[in-house]
């Protein structure tokens, strides 16, 4: 009855792709479910990273979110594209094309820029959205998902484009786990292959007659693709198609047919929903564009702030801030592990026992370099991305003294590394109250020199002497100008 309007076309085109169709092995369908499994995984991700975007606190953090959502994507890509490749080979679905496939003449006179198209068989996955094509007449055209499909964007699982362009949607695979059934897959594909078997012969032909007929082969391989359901569902799968297909009838018998393509008026409603799909691409880079540059403002502040008789200062807080920071980020190894904190504070200790110099203000200001021997250089090269990354997610403007203070406050709250607080807080006071010095951590050479004398490099082999207050080392070798009024432990 539904398929009375045209018989023989069905007779000559259903069996081109039907024939062939198979059944895979459950090897081959573990091998699917497997991919659209790690795909819904990477799905999974991509949502937490969107809902974190939309909580961000700081463009830096929304970019972190938004470049994590955009991994997670690709993979979820990824592994539908593989569910769907590896459901092509094993269900034999791969239609017959000439080598160097082009779309027909379509029916209606919409389309007509679509004849000629080069058009290859390349189905993959995708979401729904407006798509452009550049039609054979050399101008944009715009398409979208027929409404006459399922009242919901969601009851179109699949879509052919007249450049024959087979677009898997996402809905399709939430069916296919819901049922653990790969078949839907091999009968969303079977179904645009028929789609693509005419652009690519008989040229397209009205929307309904063409889905009729769709639907009519999706009906005769419901047994074969999907066995893993139960005969009940199986009827309700065929029910559903029976139901289509009657639909599409109705609209032809009344003469409602519509063209598979949209008119040059509605191509233009399709176009504006184009580009705001693509200016949401574009949000994207310029929030890429806006992070960068306050990236390079915020090095180029921190490079000021060495620039000043602070650096020294600086220094020795961005070194200790970067261990500090390390073991207590969300994230990091430490996080959460106070022996390992403490482990990492005691090589922090130290470190500084070996390394920390203080010098008085008066040799700095006499040219006692900025950096030609410096040891903690590198250290600090290596520090400062850390740091740069810890700051650029406050909100407010960088200042190298509001950050110190902000990293004193946060030694304090987590009440780790109360040793070397005490010590850094005593070196803080010296300087703030003008008793002294400068802090500058540095190789044991530099430490040796005295006002006006050219900078020793360490020899390296020798013996590195503690470098502190009480220590033994002659006075030009210690801390000078300062007093830090407690033992180190
Ligand atoms: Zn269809």
Redesign the pocket.
């Known amino acids: 009855m539904l398929l009375r309007s045209r018989p023989a076309v069905l007779a000559a085109l259903l069996p081109a792709v039907a024939r062939a169709a198979s059944s895979p092995s459950d090897e081959a369908k573990v091998q699917i479910m497997d991919a659209i499994r790690a795909g819904m995984a990477a799905k999974a991700a991509m949502r937490a990273a969107i809902r974190e975007r939309e909580a961000a606190p700081s463009p830096e953090s929304a970019l972190r979110d938004w470049t994590a959502a955009r991994t997670a994507q690709s993979e979820m890509k990824v592994n539908f594209d593989l569910a769907i490749r590896l459901t092509q080979d094993a269900y034999r679905l791969k239609p017959e094309m000439p080598p160097e496939p082009r779309a027909a003449k379509p029916l209606s006179t919409d389309g007509a820029w679509s004849a000629g198209l080069s058009a290859a068989w390349a189905p993959e996955y995708g979401p729904p959205g407006h798509r452009e094509i550049r039609g054979s007449d050399g101008l944009l055209h715009y398409l979208s998902i027929n409404p006459r499909?399922g009242p919901k964007p969601e009851d179109v699982v699949?879509?052919?484009d007249p450049d024959g362009r087979v677009t898997i949607m996402p809905s399709l695979f939430d069916r296919i786990i819901d049922n653990d059934e790969p078949g839907l897959l091999a009968s969303a594909l079977h179904?645009?292959a028929?789609?693509y078997r005419e652009l690519i012969t008989t040229g397209w032909d009205t929307h309904e007659q063409?889905?009729i007929r769709?639907?009519q082969a999706s009906l005769a391989m419901v047994d074969v693709f999907m066995p893993g359901l139960s005969a009940k569902v199986r009827e309700e799968v065929k029910d559903a198609l029976r139901a289509r297909m009657a639909a599409y009838e109705a609209l032809a018998s009344a003469g409602a047919t519509r063209s598979p393509f949209p008119n040059p008026e509605q191509e233009k409603r399709f176009e504006e929903a184009f580009r705001r799909q693509e200016s949401r691409g574009l949000e994207y880079h310029d929030l890429v564009r806006h992070v960068e540059r306050r990236d390079r403002d915020l090095r180029e502040s921190l490079e000021a702030s060495r620039r000043g008789l602070r650096w020294a200062k600086f220094n020795l807080w961005t070194l200790n801030s970067c261990v500090y920071i390390e073991g207590t980020t969300p994230g990091s190894p430490e996080w959460g592990r106070p022996d390992l904190i403490r482990a990492r504070d005691q090589k922090l200790q130290s470190y500084l026992r070996g390394n920390l110099v203080v010098l008085p203000s008066d040799e700095i200001d006499a040219g006692l370099a900025r950096g030609d021997t410096y040891g903690g250089d590198s250290a600090i090269a290596r520090c400062q991305d850390r740091m740069i990354r810890m700051i650029r997610d406050l909100p407010s403007p960088v200042d190298a003294d509001w950050m110190m203070d902000r990293i004193e406050y946060e030694r304090r709250g987590g009440r780790t590394g109360e040793i070397i607080s005490g010590v850094i807080e005593s070196v803080r006071r010296a300087v703030a109250d003008g008793t002294a010095a400068l802090v500058k951590a540095a190789s044991p050479g530099v430490a040796t020199r005295g006002p006006g004398e050219q900078p020793v490099r360490d020899p390296g082999g020798g013996e590195r002497g503690p470098r502190m207050p009480g220590d033994y080392n002659p006075p030009r070798d210690q801390a000078r100008g300062i007093s830090t009024g407690k033992p180190w432990d």
């Open positions: 499909d699949a879509f052919t179904h645009e028929l789609h063409m889905e769709a639907n």
